[in-house]
């Protein structure tokens, strides 16, 4: 879409703007499917519709690449001082919080006994004779015709 054309037209310019090159030629075209290329070199087919852009070089005359503490290799050495400098802090509170965590007395906590019944107090189980059987129960309505469901008929 028009932003991804946006992008790529910003990250040429970025480009060329990093690089010591006065001028560069920039190739621009459609294929088939309709979907723009941009290349620094022209292709091998050579496309119809190729449109050919000159970038100027947008360096001040003073830029030295060197001394560019934005660049990536000064990027990557900040940041890996900045990693060791932090995990160096990160031991030195380490430390700090183990030697001051030795020096405290330690504390015991009295926990009360648990009897193993839970909250409520139950008395310990003591096993009891047998029971003997209830004798049978009489059918409550020896003289009704009606039976329940799934019971067959006499």
């Given at each position: 879409g028009d932003m991804s054309l946006t992008r790529i037209i910003t990250a040429i310019l970025l480009s060329?703007?990093?690089?010591?090159?006065?001028?560069?030629?920039?190739?621009?075209?459609?294929?088939?499917?309709?979907?723009?290329?941009?290349?620094?070199?022209?292709?091998?087919?050579?496309?119809d519709g190729v449109k050919t852009m000159t970038l100027d070089d947008t360096a001040p005359p003073d830029y030295d690449?060197?001394?560019?503490r934005y660049g990536v290799a000064a990027q990557a050495e900040r940041m890996t001082l900045l990693r060791k400098e932090m995990d160096e802090k990160r031991e030195a509170e380490r430390d700090r919080r183990r030697n001051a965590a030795a020096q405290q007395p330690v504390v015991r906590q009295s926990y009360p006994v648990n009897s193993g019944y839970g909250p409520f107090w139950r008395p310990p189980y003591r096993p009891v004779p047998p029971v003997e059987?209830?004798?049978?129960?009489?059918?409550?309505?020896?003289?009704?015709?009606?039976?329940?469901?799934?019971?067959?008929?006499?």
């Open positions: 060329a703007a990093c690089t010591q090159v006065l001028a560069t030629e920039i190739y621009h075209w459609v294929d088939e499917n309709g979907v723009s290329h941009y290349s620094q070199s022209a292709q091998a087919g050579s496309p690449p060197d001394e560019d059987p209830r004798p049978p129960v009489p059918e409550p309505y020896p003289t009704s015709t009606l039976k329940p469901p799934g019971v067959p008929p006499d």
